[in-house]
């Protein structure tokens, strides 16, 4: 068995602790200026100040950071501190000072101007956040569409510096906090509460928060479409009048609520795409579609009536995710054909409550954690199950911002199980829809071993043995094993298709993996495509 060390590089570590052990010690970088040196020369005396008040003055000038950084230059500080009535930077608790400075600072990823999208970033801030950059039609670039960018791409020798004009402010309302807080939100806020819906969406009592994607109807649009109370609602619905029963899973006022929160956190570019997009909801079974057309972002597009739900506002960020604001009602529709699906194996809110590095993009080194302690934790409700021939264990793994193989991850994670010749690990797929479909089914996998040809797995679904297939070694040359895609007219040549399964009806099901080498595996999702 692999033994897995976590070296923590002082970067990042840095970032995330109360101190700066280092602030007193010297740093030479070069002849140029690393991040906070430059600040300081320049005459963000301010920003500088808050760096030195926090101690993070010198993390921020470390050699091994790879920052992008929001600075708010001093009159935008100065005007942060007057309207909250602070005489200095000193009257600021100094944890949350450390909580501005984080929210400010992306670690792990150096962002120039072109890289701005019009969307949410897809990299957290260092202390886990989400910033959005936007633009306006005179040309001017917003950070959370408020502050101004007035300078863009200052390269320092240890990040890229961008200048604001106004000081953010972390965000810490939740999803939940969101809705309560727009008054035009009260009959869909009312929905999610009579179906218990709203308890995925709060923040929660104990560990981390699920991230999710919240599509809202306006208490407007219902009313235009007739529907102006809660009972009205059900009628529409025809789920009868019994709240109790609401909150059923098979309800169709409880179908109705989950089907409105997809459970990955996707902006407006993610889901305005040419072709169609289709994602799982949290209603069983149930799918949204999402396709651009003539520049508009669509939810549900009928080609036929060339009509659908149009985001009318989105990326409304939020601590535990984004709301997107549509324009008509949501009702629960088949898609227009059955959908690939890609199933990230890590995709799952248990790991998500319980591993502070969930999905971290900032991280210096690559952390392993293991799974045994949730597994035992949560008994036959967690997410995997496994067994080990000769000894072995299950990690989860999320990889460092400088690995160039392992950030080709999806969402910069990994299933990494290491179960000796013969163990297996097995979990329960996403909602497949079928009518004897045929689908093909390709696995993104990554070997770590530089030395060694590679694994050779066997997959099963429910219990049929679907195919077998090599992986590989860890080599750049190999390094976009961990991002096949299926291809559709001829899948079958695809050499990351281990085989093809007929799924009589709609459903989900249970995946087999079986390491026959006996060797560390990192395993990222799972691609089903049906046959065209």
């Not at 040309?139 to 300078?151: D, F, L, M, W």
């Not at 570019?269 to 799982?280: G, N, P, R």
Request: aromatic fraction near 12%; glycine fraction near 6%; charge should be negative.
């Amino acid at each position: 068995m692999k033994h897995k060390i976590l070296y923590l590089f002082v970067a990042v570590a840095m970032l995330s602790a109360c101190g700066d052990d280092l602030e007193n010690q010297n740093f030479t970088i070069s002849e140029e200026k690393p991040v906070a040196t430059w600040l300081s020369e320049n005459g963000y005396t301010s920003w500088t100040s808050l760096l030195e008040y926090t101690g993070l003055f010198s993390t921020i000038n470390l050699d091994a950071g790879n920052y992008t950084v929001f600075v708010p230059d001093n009159d935008a500080v100065s005007e942060y501190l007057a309207e909250n009535q602070y005489s200095s930077i000193q009257d600021i608790d100094k944890d949350y000072a450390k909580l501005l400075v984080k929210y400010h600072t992306i670690a792990g990823k150096q962002y120039s101007q072109v890289d701005f999208a019009n969307d949410v970033l897809p990299d957290t801030t260092a202390n886990g956040d989400r910033l959005t950059v936007t633009f306006d039609d005179m040309g001017e670039y917003y950070v959370n569409s408020t502050a101004r960018i007035s300078h863009f791409d200052i390269e320092a020798t240890n990040g890229t510096i961008f200048i604001i004009d106004e000081m953010l402010v972390p965000i810490t309302e939740y999803l939940y906090d969101n809705l309560s807080a727009n008054d035009d939100w009260s009959l869909f806020r009312e929905l999610l509460a009579v179906t218990e819906v709203d308890s995925l969406i709060m923040k929660p009592k104990f560990g981390r928060a699920t991230n999710y994607s919240l599509f809202v109807v306006s208490d407007s649009v219902y009313a235009a479409n007739g529907i102006n109370d809660i009972t009205a609602l059900a009628d529409s619905l025809e789920a009868g009048h019994d709240r109790a029963a609401w909150k059923e899973l098979s309800n169709p006022m409880y179908r109705y609520a989950a089907y409105h929160l997809v459970s990955t956190v996707y902006s407006t570019a993610d889901l305005a795409t040419e072709s169609v997009k289709t994602v799982e909801t949290k209603s069983e079974a149930s799918f949204l579609e999402f396709q651009e057309i003539n520049g508009v972002a669509y939810v549900n597009y009928d080609k036929n009536t060339q009509t659908g739900a149009e985001i009318i506002e989105g990326n409304i960020t939020c601590k535990n995710g984004v709301i997107h604001v549509v324009s008509t009602p949501l009702y629960i529709k088949a898609p227009s054909k059955a959908p690939s699906i890609t199933w990230d194996l890590c995709d799952y809110d248990v790991l998500a409550r319980n591993i502070d590095n969930y999905r971290l993009t900032s991280l210096s080194a690559t952390n392993y954690h293991g799974l045994l302690g949730l597994k035992e934790q949560y008994g036959e409700e967690f997410c995997y199950n496994w067994e080990s021939v000769v000894g072995g264990s299950v990690y989860y793994e999320v990889a460092a911002s400088t690995d160039t193989l392992r950030k080709a991850f999806r969402y910069n994670d990994a299933l990494n199980i290491d179960l000796g010749q013969y163990g297996w690990v097995e979990m329960e797929t996403p909602t497949i829809m079928a009518d004897n479909t045929l689908y093909y089914i390709g696995i993104a996998h990554f070997n770590s071993y530089a030395n060694e040809p590679g694994n050779y797995i066997t997959v099963y679904v429910d219990g049929e043995k679907v195919g077998e297939m090599p992986t590989c070694g860890n080599s750049v040359t190999e390094s976009s094993v961990v991002t096949p895609s299926v291809n559709t007219s001829k899948p079958a040549d695809n050499k990351h298709v281990v085989g093809s399964v007929v799924f009589e009806t709609t459903g989900k099901h249970i995946i087999r993996i079986e390491d026959n080498n006996g060797a560390d595996l990192e395993l990222d999702y799972i691609l089903f495509t049906p046959k065209n």
